[in-house]
């Protein structure tokens, strides 16, 4: 059998063509290259396993069925369940307990199947459990344990849908929809948790979007998923279903786990290890889905839980509940941050996420216009948060200073240690120099400056004339 998936653009195999011990032979070194198996090529060229194993890794990425097949047949030993040893060195079908997955060669340390969830497709994934499970009781249930993971919840969490479908039609032979990882992550907790936002655009490419990660849990709701699932930690709730949603999702599915269960006013654990926010101080504080929703700025989720809060709970009661901070919504979202373009980001999203956040502001003000000056327990005000947020230098910043300005945003207005956010936006960290967001030096935007300044001295000039008047 040989095969063929190179192209002129990509070739996924050309590395694996090239024979590893030709310059020991060549210049007549006794010690050769370790070589685990080789298999034809359909050019006619031989391909050459490496020490990492990449070449099996690089055929479950591809999803490539009959490179698979081929490879098994002429190396069975290389996957199995169990650690069965052809011979010492190249039988290391365990990648985690066997050996070090050829780690010390650079190689990937993940178990096949594993790998196959997160970067492959069906077809190699069923390859791979026929193959370790060839010969067994089909009655037997057949657990990954060993590698510490659960493979329903790592196809969910990389958005593999036709592979959720194919291990829950299975159930329970391969997983079962309500088991937890050696995290305490069930599969439901895991899909919610796939979208990085942090992650940078050029990266990406390689990760499940939003409308993967939503259909795969669409299906496991479906399948029975508890809406409300939490995970704990030290006795306390670290995250639940619907915090991880309201970080990328849009309405729709938000409604649904509200519908099915999940509540709005379940509060999780957050720490210095979650924000990166200037007032925390290292210590933690509880808070809820619409904190989450507005530091990470996404418009639709904020105005979904704000439409689903009940008809007994008025709108003020949501917009001046606060954190124990004494931090209110506005305060969370003025906080907030802008991806970097420095770090991979695309304009684009850059772009929209200061739109995300002048809409919420925009939003909160409506329905709610007191708030602009709401102080929390160490007297700052949502401008004080937007003049410490890490991206206050950034262009793209300066309408959300020119927003809250519009809206009624005091300048003048002192916190407890006596500073206006004209201070705040100059203030030192703990380490005494100014706060570089993600650890790279940006100018100073000459424009948010002079918008500030400029406000700073209309409070002065409107406090000024304010004390002339009562002294005639």
Request: net charge negative; with cysteine.
């Amino acid at each position: 059998m040989s095969y063929s998936t190179d192209t002129e653009d990509e070739p996924p195999y050309y590395r694996f063509t090239e024979n590893p011990n030709a310059e020991y032979n060549g210049q007549g070194f006794k010690r050769a290259s370790p070589v685990p198996m080789t298999m034809p090529h359909s050019d006619g060229s031989i391909l050459y396993e490496k020490p990492t194993f990449s070449f099996i890794y690089t055929i479950i990425q591809q999803n490539d069925t009959k490179a698979l097949q081929q490879y098994l047949t002429i190396a069975p030993w290389a996957v199995s369940l169990e650690p069965v040893f052809a011979n010492d060195l190249w039988a290391v079908p365990d990648r985690r307990t066997s050996s070090d997955g050829g780690a010390s060669y650079g190689g990937i340390n993940m178990n096949y199947l594993q790998w196959a969830a997160r970067e492959g497709g069906l077809g190699v994934f069923k390859i791979l459990l026929h193959h370790c499970t060839k010969g067994k009781d089909p009655e037997i249930r057949i657990g990954f344990e060993s590698q510490e993971f659960e493979i329903l919840n790592e196809a969910a969490k990389y958005g593999q849908v036709d592979m959720v479908k194919f291990l829950l039609d299975s159930q329970p032979r391969y997983a079962s929809i309500e088991e937890r990882d050696s995290n305490g992550y069930t599969a439901l907790l895991s899909t919610a948790s796939a979208p990085n936002l942090d992650c940078p655009t050029c990266l990406q490419e390689r990760r499940p979007g939003p409308a993967a990660s939503e259909a795969t849990m669409s299906l496991l709701l479906d399948r029975g998923a508890c809406a409300s699932d939490v995970l704990y930690g030290n006795q306390k709730i670290l995250k639940t279903v619907l915090t991880l949603t309201v970080e990328w999702a849009g309405s729709r599915l938000i409604k649904r786990l509200i519908d099915s269960g999940a509540s709005i006013e379940t509060k999780v654990q957050r720490g210095p290890w979650d924000e990166t926010f200037w007032n925390l101080h290292g210590y933690t504080f509880e808070a809820n889905a619409l904190y989450v929703a507005c530091t990470r700025a996404n418009f639709e989720a904020v105005k979904t839980l704000i439409e689903c809060r009940g008809s007994e709970v008025d709108v003020s009661d949501v917009l001046w509940q606060r954190d124990s901070r004494g931090s209110t919504p506005l305060h969370w979202v003025a906080q907030s941050h802008l991806p970097r373009e420095n770090f991979g980001d695309s304009k684009d999203a850059i772009y929209d996420k200061a739109r995300n956040i002048m809409s919420i502001i925009e939003l909160m003000l409506d329905l709610g216009p007191t708030t602009i000056n709401a102080t929390d327990e160490n007297g700052n005000t949502p401008l004080h948060y937007a003049t410490r947020s890490p991206s206050r230098q950034d262009k793209m910043y300066c309408p959300i200073f020119q927003l809250l300005y519009a809206r009624g945003s005091d300048a003048g207005i002192r916190n407890t240690e006596g500073q206006t956010p004209l201070h705040t936006r100059f203030r030192l960290d703990d380490s005494g120099r100014v706060r570089c967001h993600y650890f790279g030096k940006t100018p100073i935007d000459e424009a948010m400056l002079f918008t500030l300044l400029a406000h700073v001295e209309k409070c002065i000039f409107y406090t000024l004339g304010h004390r002339n008047a009562m002294s005639q």
